[in-house]
């Protein structure tokens, strides 16, 4: 058995990968502007299913995610994964989006990310009273020297030997904010999803338009979820394990994330509309 | 580049397990949609969750390989891609007739799965050299275990089977789409069972006394229980002697694997001893 430090992940990107990715995007994007005739419901819910996927992509480089060194204090984050933490911000801005629906696309869009947001904020805010009370650690980045929202100094919090512990403010407000875009993005592929299963279903399954209303919204929620949880999974492989935040060094690998969502999301996207649209 | 943290060798080689997994599966499914289709009858559903229980073992390993590399999200986070892809493979492949939807689903899902893999593996740069092969497999072990718990709830695996509740079975309400396995989102519940049991198995047992044999009994372990609530979840779709076939296999095959389990993880550990309640000090 080797013992070995944990992945640090590649820096840069691979020119090579990141050219064929965005031509795989592209030739699906084509290729369903060709098959159904231009720029009707289905091009336009594809088209909010790739964006969906890329918000959830980026959303995820915000949450602070500590995994286990946070649990025993020596690393600032919420103690857990990423996947965890993703999906439940998502999921959660998700239901709430998919409440406003009736509303209509911007207000559901609005109610997901709040949703998300809210679920982040109270998350962070238990983690810093449980991190604060209960642990008895105070919180402190070890990425930066300043808080780069507050201006408060860090370093002589920090203990020694650690990467710093507790949740500093710029992560508490990171998670609210990735919170926020993993529940537009999520919300966005499910209201796109829905309605093209509101327009095709009836005659797929042959029942009127109001009785397909459960299978249609149960079909545009699992899909969702499953979309979710790939990108999620994605951007959590980038940042490979912890990260603090948007101050964190970690955060400048966004783009290649972005990438990696869109050409997924096309996939994933193109695979789910057809399930109805075929 | 990354490097190995877990050791891999000792056990069946992966190949073996793959090949035996995937034909198991199909076979399973197969056989089910087969035999209820020629006596006409639900009975055979319970082949479904076989077809879950072989995609789990499978699963189990393929998981061990790829987090043998330590990815730094954590174990879970491969079951979850896992279910997310495998749902979107196999609720395609529910378009197509019995005979053809397990191929598709392999297809789609080797497709997406080898997208994702690359879009891992080479966008993101985790530079792991099995993680597209890995990401593939396990795309493929989603969709055929949704597919198995699916066929297991409603025995069957159409869309039309899936969305609509077939009529007059246990003097339901006639045919209504709310009821369904897809329209009353029992699919969402399928997702979480399938991706916790094809995550735990490896979560549970790694680490330096890793030991294969025990591990694939874990996951057998772990698709027998999954099967336990899909049996009863199948009341609602299935005759009641299918429903009490179902429950039969599903509690007599974890019971077998979970006393199997408990034999294998006495033989693992340095030590056993039957810990008894700790008694309070008397004459304070």
Same mark, same amino acid.
């Given at each position: 058995?080797?013992?070995?430090?944990?992945?640090?992940?590649?820096?840069?990107?691979?020119?090579?990968?990141?050219?064929?990715?965005?031509?795989?995007?592209?030739?699906?994007?084509?290729?369903?502007?060709?098959?159904?005739?231009?720029?009707?419901?289905?091009?336009?819910?594809?088209?909010?299913?790739?964006?969906?996927?890329?918000?959830?992509?980026?959303?995820?480089?915000?949450?602070?995610?500590?995994?286990?060194?946070?649990?025993?204090?020596? +690393?600032?984050?919420?103690?857990?994964?990423?996947?965890?933490?993703?999906?439940?911000?998502?999921?959660?801005?998700?239901?709430?989006?998919?409440?406003?629906?009736?509303?209509?696309?911007?207000?559901?869009?609005?109610?997901?990310?709040?949703?998300?947001?809210?679920?982040?904020?109270?998350?962070?805010?238990?983690?810093?009273?449980?991190?604060?009370?209960?642990?008895?650690?105070?919180?402190?980045?070890?990425?930066?020297?300043?808080?780069?929202?507050?201006?408060?100094?860090?370093?002589?919090?920090?203990?020694?030997?650690?990467?710093?512990?507790?949740? &500093?403010?710029?992560?508490?407000?990171?998670?609210?904010?990735?919170?926020?875009?993993?529940?537009?993005?999520?919300?966005?592929?499910?209201?796109?999803?829905?309605?093209?299963?509101?327009?095709?279903? &009836?005659?797929?399954?042959?029942?009127?338009?109001?009785?397909?209303?459960?299978?249609?919204?149960?079909?545009?929620?699992? @899909?969702?979820?499953?979309? @979710?949880?790939?990108?999620?999974?994605?951007?959590?492989?980038?940042?490979?394990?912890?990260?603090?935040?948007?101050?964190?060094?970690?955060?400048?690998?966004?783009?290649?994330?972005?990438? +990696?969502s869109l050409a997924a999301s096309a996939v994933c996207g193109i695979v789910a509309i057809l399930v109805a649209a075929m | 580049m990354t490097v190995k943290v877990e050791k891999i060798e000792g056990g069946t080689p992966h190949d073996t397990i793959m090949w035996a $997994?995937?034909?198991?599966?199909?076979?399973? =499914?197969?056989?089910?949609?087969?035999?209820?289709?020629?006596?006409?009858?639900?009975?055979?559903?319970?082949? $479904?969750? =076989?077809?879950?229980?072989?995609?789990?073992?499978?699963?189990? *390993?393929?998981?061990?390989?790829?987090?043998?590399?330590?990815?730094?999200?954590?174990?879970?986070?491969?079951?979850?891609?896992? =279910?997310?892809?495998?749902?979107?493979?196999?609720?395609?492949?529910?378009?197509?007739?019995?005979?053809?939807?397990?191929?598709?689903?392999?297809?789609?899902?080797?497709?997406?799965?080898?997208?994702?893999?690359?879009?891992?593996? *080479?966008?993101?740069?985790?530079?792991?050299?099995?993680?597209?092969?890995?990401?593939?497999?396990?795309?493929?072990?989603?969709?055929?275990?949704?597919?198995?718990?699916?066929?297991?709830?409603?025995?069957?695996?159409?869309?039309?089977?899936?969305?609509?509740?077939?009529?007059?079975?246990?003097?339901?309400?006639?045919?209504?789409?709310?009821?369904?396995?897809?329209?009353?989102?029992?699919?969402?519940?399928?997702?979480?069972?399938?991706?916790?049991?094809?995550?735990?198995?490896?979560?549970?047992?790694?680490?330096p006394s890793w030991k294969q044999d025990r591990m694939i009994m874990l996951a057998a372990e772990c698709g027998f229980l999954s099967m336990i609530p899909i049996a009863f979840m199948s009341i609602a779709f299935l005759s009641t002697g299918a429903v009490i076939v179902?429950?039969?296999?599903?509690?007599?095959?974890?019971?077998?694997?979970?006393?199997?389990?408990?034999?294998?993880?006495?033989?693992?550990?340095?030590?056993?001893?039957?810990?008894?309640?700790?008694?309070?000090?008397?004459?304070?």
């Amino acid at each position: 058995m080797t013992v070995t430090p944990k992945p640090t992940g590649g820096v840069g990107m691979n020119p090579v990968a990141n050219a064929l990715s965005i031509i795989l995007l592209i030739a699906i994007i084509g290729a369903v502007w060709i098959l159904f005739g231009g720029y009707t419901l289905v091009f336009k819910a594809l088209i909010a299913v790739i964006l969906g996927g890329a918000l959830i992509g980026f959303g995820v480089h915000f949450v602070p995610v500590g995994g286990a060194p946070a649990a025993m204090g020596q +690393a600032p984050g919420i103690a857990t994964g990423v996947a965890m933490l993703a999906a439940g911000a998502g999921l959660a801005g998700l239901f709430g989006g998919a409440f406003a629906v009736p509303l209509g696309l911007m207000t559901a869009v609005v109610a997901g990310g709040i949703g998300g947001a809210l679920m982040m904020a109270i998350t962070c805010l238990f983690v810093t009273l449980i991190y604060t009370y209960g642990m008895g650690i105070p919180s402190a980045s070890g990425k930066v020297k300043v808080d780069p929202i507050t201006g408060d100094s860090q370093a002589e919090y920090k203990s020694q030997g650690t990467e710093g512990h507790g949740l &500093p403010f710029s992560s508490f407000a990171g998670g609210v904010i990735g919170g926020f875009l993993g529940g537009v993005g999520g919300t966005l592929i499910y209201y796109a999803l829905l309605k093209v299963y509101e327009d095709r279903l &009836p005659a797929l399954l042959a029942a009127s338009a109001s009785a397909v209303v459960p299978v249609a919204v149960s079909l545009a929620g699992i @899909f969702a979820v499953g979309l @979710f949880l790939v990108n999620a999974v994605l951007a959590a492989y980038n940042i490979t394990g912890t990260t603090e935040g948007f101050h964190d060094p970690k955060f400048s690998r966004f783009p290649r994330a972005i990438v +990696a969502s869109l050409a997924a999301s096309a996939v994933c996207g193109i695979v789910a509309i057809l399930v109805a649209a075929m | 580049m990354t490097v190995k943290v877990e050791k891999i060798e000792g056990g069946t080689p992966h190949d073996t397990i793959m090949w035996a $997994g995937l034909i198991a599966a199909l076979v399973c =499914l197969y056989l089910g949609a087969g035999l209820n289709l020629m006596f006409n009858a639900y009975t055979f559903s319970f082949f $479904g969750g =076989l077809a879950a229980v072989a995609a789990i073992v499978w699963g189990s *390993d393929a998981i061990k390989g790829l987090c043998s590399y330590g990815i730094g999200t954590g174990v879970p986070s491969v079951g979850m891609i896992s =279910l997310g892809s495998g749902v979107i493979a196999m609720l395609i492949a529910t378009r197509f007739s019995w005979y053809y939807a397990p191929i598709v689903a392999l297809i789609v899902a080797v497709i997406i799965g080898a997208i994702i893999g690359y879009m891992a593996n *080479d966008v993101i740069m985790m530079k792991i050299p099995v993680m597209r092969r890995s990401m593939t497999e396990v795309a493929v072990i989603g969709a055929l275990m949704l597919m198995g718990l699916a066929q297991m709830t409603t025995s069957s695996y159409s869309l039309l089977g899936l969305s609509s509740v077939k009529a007059g079975l246990l003097g339901l309400a006639p045919a209504s789409l709310g009821g369904s396995f897809i329209g009353a989102s029992i699919i969402a519940v399928a997702f979480i069972l399938g991706a916790i049991a094809v995550q735990h198995p490896f979560n549970a047992c790694l680490g330096p006394s890793w030991k294969q044999d025990r591990m694939i009994m874990l996951a057998a372990e772990c698709g027998f229980l999954s099967m336990i609530p899909i049996a009863f979840m199948s009341i609602a779709f299935l005759s009641t002697g299918a429903v009490i076939v179902s429950v039969i296999v599903s509690v007599a095959g974890w019971f077998y694997t979970y006393s199997q389990y408990l034999c294998l993880s006495k033989r693992d550990a340095a030590a056993w001893l039957d810990a008894k309640p700790i008694r309070e000090p008397e004459g304070h």
